[in-house]
């Protein structure tokens, strides 16, 4: 794929600087920080992929993952109201 992009002359220059400063041309150091960049994208599927593998291994239903879900949340707003609940002395 071929990309053509305008910037204007500070980012241009900014961008020729930091490719030469890492010992690339200003074509390969915008490649190489795309490529990098579209590394980290990943979709909600592959991040909870091994969530739900686990899950579906340990034999927990949905509902009984939603109920200890359901306990998990209120045992941290509970905790955190204790916290912001000034003690008698």
Do not use: W
């Not at 979709?43 to 109920?67: M, Q, T, W, Y």
Request: aromatic share 6%; net charge negative; glycine share 4%.
């Amino acid at each position: 794929m071929t990309l053509m992009i305008e910037l204007n002359p500070e980012i241009e220059d900014r961008l020729k600087h930091r490719a030469s400063a890492k010992g690339f041309e200003v074509g390969e150091y915008v490649k190489k920080l795309i490529e990098e960049d579209s590394e980290k994208l990943r979709s909600i599927d592959e991040i909870f992929a091994p969530f739900r593998e686990n899950v579906e291994k340990s034999g927990v239903s949905e509902n009984e993952l939603n109920d200890i879900f359901t306990q998990a949340r209120k045992e941290v707003f509970a905790e955190r109201k204790a916290e912001q609940t000034p003690c008698d002395a």
